[in-house]
């Protein structure tokens, strides 16, 4: 990579670092991102260092080993740089991976309650479906193994106990993701404190997927059936794992009502978790 591009992703890494720390994404030296700058060189923040404070030359280089290629004297890559490699090298399309601890995303990590779906347009076109990965301990390969299951069909997670990891084609885009479902988490529990929730029904959520198909992004929910889209968590496409709730009838109003059910039970169940 031309060295003066190299140069500018630093600075921009070190820009995205500065935006996470100022939001409170991240306290003391938490987090770490990465971006895959060629086939066999990515870009890492260091170990360490708080995100808000990094220079262009803290950012360290290794290679699709984790091998160090470049690091500024008393810099070390994140451990978790691993995991972002694991994800590099089961998806070419992805090109950088954020991973910070934004409190109302975490929040819902720790609770472990699936977050409801069919709410906001803007998540359900930029974002999409948030699995929640097992626990995994932090800087083994524990993690990357959490995130299987799911890495086909998804770019976005909550990692239980943890925080929220996002995955795109450059870090701009990983980046809003975070800010997207760090944004839908407060406002669900904004939700819950108003204590009613007025969902999307199927229809509407039909033609969002064909937006979002239309500008050529993918959803798995594109081949299911609409009527199941709205089921709160991640069945991993797999019918047999969608809930006992999830047993729609053929009417939709009714189908729109119990699917509003199971919203208000998770928004209870979040409440009495309190
Ligand atoms: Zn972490």
Redesign the pocket.
């Known amino acids: 990579m031309a060295i003066m591009r190299e140069w500018e992703i630093r600075e921009l890494m070190c820009d995205i670092g500065r935006r996470a720390w100022q939001r409170g994404f991240v306290a003391a030296n ?2 770490n991102f990465s971006v895959r700058i060629s086939e066999d060189e990515v870009l890492t923040t260091p170990t360490l260092v708080s995100k808000g404070f990094m220079e262009p030359e803290d950012i360290c280089k290794v290679d699709m080993e984790g091998n160090v290629l470049d690091a500024r004297r008393g810099r070390k890559p994140t451990s978790e740089v691993i995991m972002h490699i694991g994800l590099y090298q089961r998806r070419s399309d992805i090109k950088a991976v954020v ?1 910070l ?1 934004p409190p109302y995303a975490t929040a819902f990590a720790v609770a472990g309650e699936p977050l409801p779906k069919c709410i906001l347009p803007e998540v359900e076109i930029f974002v999409g479906e948030i699995p929640i990965a097992e626990y995994g301990t ?1 800087g083994t390969p524990e993690l990357m193994e959490s995130l299987l299951p799911f890495l086909e069909n998804h770019d976005t997670f909550l990692l239980a106990n ?2 929220a990891l996002t995955a795109g084609k450059d870090i701009i885009d990983a980046y809003y993701k975070m800010e997207i479902l760090e944004s839908y988490c407060k406002i669900l529990i904004i939700l819950q404190q108003i204590g009613k929730i007025r969902q999307l029904n199927p229809e509407h959520m039909r033609r969002l997927l064909a937006i979002k198909e239309r500008m050529g992004l993918s959803d798995r929910r594109l081949q299911c059936d609409i009527r199941h889209v709205c089921v709160p968590g991640v069945s991993n496409g797999i019918e047999k794992d969608i809930p006992k709730s999830a047993e729609l009838p053929q009417n939709s109003s009714d189908e729109q009502g119990i699917v509003e059910e199971v919203v208000q039970e998770v928004l209870r169940r979040l409440g009495e978790a309190k």
């Open positions: 938490e987090g991973h601890h932090p943890h925080g």
